[in-house]
């Protein structure tokens, strides 16, 4: 029925199956891990509705992981927090009249209540930093 509305079945294959292996342990499901298998072999994004992967959970993996994981153009994601805007903004002269953040309320409750251990890269920001999604920021043009 799926195939008469213009989707397309796409089967699995040996080298979807092949692919599982060097997949980081993202998902612990065997099947969500194929279906991930089979978006990267073919290039296609991969959305889940897993409450266990929250808005921020990019930010227990290192560099190298996450290139591994997301490297690519279908896959990116601004690993930036809030505060590290502001350093860039001022050194381009800009006064930052006010800038406000919003915090996922279901991320903080969900790493205060799981062992979720954040990369060393992000353990120094502020739990504000660290469970912000979003920013809003109003600048002027510094005057000389």
Known sequence: MLVAHGYNELPVTTEHALKVDSLPPLHKDPFDRLLLAQARTEGMLFLTGDACITRINFLRYSEAEWQRIAGNEFAYCNRMR??????????????????????????????????FSLDERFASYTPDDIYSTSLRILLRKRDD
């Open 82 to 115: 809030a505060s590290d805007y502001v350093p860039l903004l001022q050194q381009l002269d800009f006064t930052i009249d006010r800038h406000e953040i919003d915090v996922d309320q279901v991320s903080m409750s969900y790493m205060q209540k799981k062992d």
